[in-house]
Nanobody, 129 residues
Framework: QLQLVESGGGLVQPGGSLRLSCAAS????????IGWFRQAPGKEREGVSCISSSVGSTYYADSVKGRFTVSSDNAKNTVYLQMNSLKPEDTGVYYC??????????????????????WGQGTQVTVSS
């Protein structure tokens, strides 16, 4: 059974940092791409960053480029999202999702119609002073 579990969210002041983790079980990350998505109250889900470790490709939304870094530790079957210089507009529930294969990571992040193989339960990130 494919399962993803996010952790690392919390309350942080503007300018602070958090590192989110997405731990996978029931499948190997070598064969899947992982996306990070977020949803703020009253807003649509937004693709933040996607990674395909098998082909070494990453994608970042313009709103987080230069501040967020996605990485994958396949030995630990875990994907990380390092978030620096956090802003209040980064507030939301952050989810990771898995898609089998080596998809185009930009398309994976920006196409709302894609059907993912698994979603995590989400972790809350709140950026506030």
């Amino acid at each position: 059974q494919l399962q993803l579990v996010e952790s690392g969210g919390g309350l942080v002041q503007p300018g602070g940092s958090l590192r989110l983790s997405c731990a996978a079980s029931g499948f190997a990350l070598d064969y899947y791409a992982i996306g990070w998505f977020r949803q703020a109250p009253g807003k649509e889900r937004e693709g933040v960053s996607c990674i395909s470790s098998s082909v070494g490709s990453t994608y970042y939304a313009d709103s987080v480029k230069g501040r967020f870094t996605v990485s994958s530790d396949n030995a630990k079957n875990t994907v990380y999202l390092q978030m620096n210089s956090l802003k209040p507009e980064d507030t939301g529930v952050y989810y990771c999702a898995a898609l089998r294969g080596s998809p185009n990571v930009e398309a994976m992040c920006i196409m709302p119609s894609l059907t993912f193989d698994s979603w995590g339960q989400g972790t809350q990130v709140t950026v506030s002073s």
